[in-house]
């Protein structure tokens, strides 16, 4: 089956930092999804994006599908933006994850 | 909307006992899924559908089952509990938001099998 990277697995920042999340993917995908688990667990769909690129806000991401891999750029982090972000694709299979720390 | 629930919050099991994860979404979502999270890692897909009656396996089905009689509920059976089950269990449905298809998760339900 599809095999699913992401980089780097932690990532302390400072608050106001930039930082880029990378996820590689092994072989071409039908849907490709980024999302945020909070320190709660509660898991949220930040972008549905299997090609191209979209912003939202201080987050935005960029898929290049002939290249097969996903980047998630978070711009000024806050503290609120800690917690472990997944990349998914065709909803079967999720990365390990990246935990980011935002630190005040 | 009361968007995807999950009941119980939480559960301990004896090995060898059974339950049932209840999910349920008022979405009229026809995808619905259920994934297993272990401590620090991603999530792995159980089993999933695309509507009612409609089931499938996903990466690790063995040790459950599903059922979907209604789009709106998706329960999970697990049978004859074992320790390697003690995990945190989500269930997501599908929907397009914007032309864009977007799961919306549950808040999960944790399990301990002792």
């Known amino acids: 089956g599809i095999q699913v990277e992401q980089s780097p697995p932690d990532l302390i920042l400072q608050e106001g930092a930039n930082s880029t999340l990378r996820c590689n993917f092994s072989?071409?995908?039908?849907?490709l999804q980024w999302f945020h688990q909070n320190p709660w667990g509660q898991l949220i769909n930040l972008f549905y994006i299997p090609s191209g690129t979209k912003q939202n806000g201080r987050l935005s991401a960029t898929t290049v599908a002939t290249e097969r891999y996903s980047l998630l750029y978070i711009s000024s982090s806050q503290t609120t933006d800690s917690g472990v972000y997944f990349c998914?694709?065709?909803?079967?299979?999720f990365g390990a994850g990246t935990r980011l720390t935002v630190k005040p | 909307n009361a968007g995807v629930t999950q009941t119980p919050k939480f559960r301990i099991l004896k090995i060898g006992q059974s339950m049932t994860l209840q999910c349920a979404q008022d979405?009229?979502?026809?995808?619905m899924y259920w994934y297993r999270q272990d401590p620090g890692m991603g999530l792995k897909l159980i089993y999933y559908s695309v509507g009612a009656g409609i089931t499938d396996k996903g990466e690790v089905p063995n040790g459950y089952n599903v059922s979907r009689s209604t789009t709106e509920d998706f329960p999970l059976r697990l049978e004859l509990a074992a320790p390697s089950q003690t995990s945190v269990y989500f269930c997501?449905?599908?929907?397009?938001?914007?032309?864009?298809?977007?799961?919306?998760f549950g808040p999960g339900t944790r399990l301990t099998v002792l």
């Open positions: 072989d071409s995908v039908n849907n």
């Open positions: 979405m009229n979502h026809n995808y």
């Open positions: 997501a449905s599908k929907g397009q938001v914007g032309g864009a298809d977007t799961q919306y």
């Open positions: 998914a694709v065709n909803d079967m299979r």
